[in-house]
T-cell receptor, first 113, second 117 residues
Framework: AQTVTQSQPEMSVQEAETVTLSCTYDTSESDYYLFWYKQPPSRQMILVIRQEAYKQQNATENRFSVNFQKAAKSFSLKISDSQLGDAAMYFCAYRAGTYKYIFGTGTRLKVLA | GAVVSQHPSRVICKSGTSVKIECRSLDFQATTMFWYRQFPKQSLMLMATSNEGSKATYEQGVEKDKFLINHASLTLSTLTVTSAHPEDSSFYIC?????????????FGPGTRLTVT
């Protein structure tokens, strides 16, 4: 069975600094997608970034980038130039052919002014 | 981007009653919708997969007679919590897949907070 693990329940970062959130997963599939979602206090899930497993190049979206290590089954999220609005719960998610998402337990990110 | 709505956003009901939550895709046709439950400070747990015109597929441990799912049209799926009890109090989130947008595209609704008193 597929699993997603986020080992950091909470992280803090100073405003304008860089922070990395960790995620590991386990699967026997070769074709899948990985995602990072942000959940602010409103509880609305917001897609931050996605990575297709067949792509070797790491995905980047403005201040957000990932370090995808397929062999190690690792998918970390780097947030550069952290802003107060980045404070939220961040969930790592896995999706394979059935379109079902499997979410990690989440990391609460605090941004310190 | 595509929009998924949920109604109501909050609902309080008495123990033993039933409550219906709607999930709508506003600008696309969703062949598949998903229902999640999120307890406080926890992750999203998939409850069931809903395909238009067919029976929902429930995850292990989810009572299908308690959580009735109906996907009657390509833009609407409903979750009915029957004979609700305080332990059913939770945040319920739906997501909808847009088959036209791409293999990975799913869009989440804003969620419904259910409180059973």
């Amino acid at each position: 069975a597929q699993t997603v693990t986020q080992s950091q329940p909470e992280m803090s970062v100073q405003e304008a600094e860089t922070v990395t959130l960790s995620c590991t997963y386990d699967t026997s599939e070769s074709d899948y997608y990985l995602f990072w979602y942000k959940q602010p206090p409103s509880r609305q899930m917001i897609l931050v970034i996605r990575q297709e497993a067949y792509k070797q190049q790491n995905a980047t979206e403005n201040r957000f980038s990932v370090n995808f290590q397929k062999a190690a089954k690792s998918f970390s999220l780097k947030i550069s130039d952290s802003q107060l609005g980045d404070a939220a719960m961040y969930f790592c998610a896995y999706r394979a052919g059935t379109y079902k998402y499997i979410f990690g337990t989440g990391t609460r990110l605090k941004v310190l002014a | 981007g595509a929009v998924v709505s949920q109604h109501p956003s909050r609902v309080i009901c008495k123990s033993g009653t039933s409550v219906k939550i709607e999930c709508r895709s506003l600008d696309f046709q969703a062949t598949t919708m998903f229902w999640y439950r999120q307890f406080p400070k926890q992750s999203l747990m998939l409850m069931a997969t809903s395909n238009e015109g067919s029976k929902a597929t429930y995850e292990q441990g989810v009572e299908k007679d308690k959580f009735l799912i109906n996907h009657a049209s390509l833009t609407l799926s409903t979750l009915t919590v029957t004979s609700a009890h305080p332990e059913d109090s939770s945040f319920y989130i739906c997501s909808a897949r847009d088959p036209v947008a791409g293999a990975y595209e799913q869009y989440f609704g804003p969620g419904t907070r259910l409180t059973v008193t």
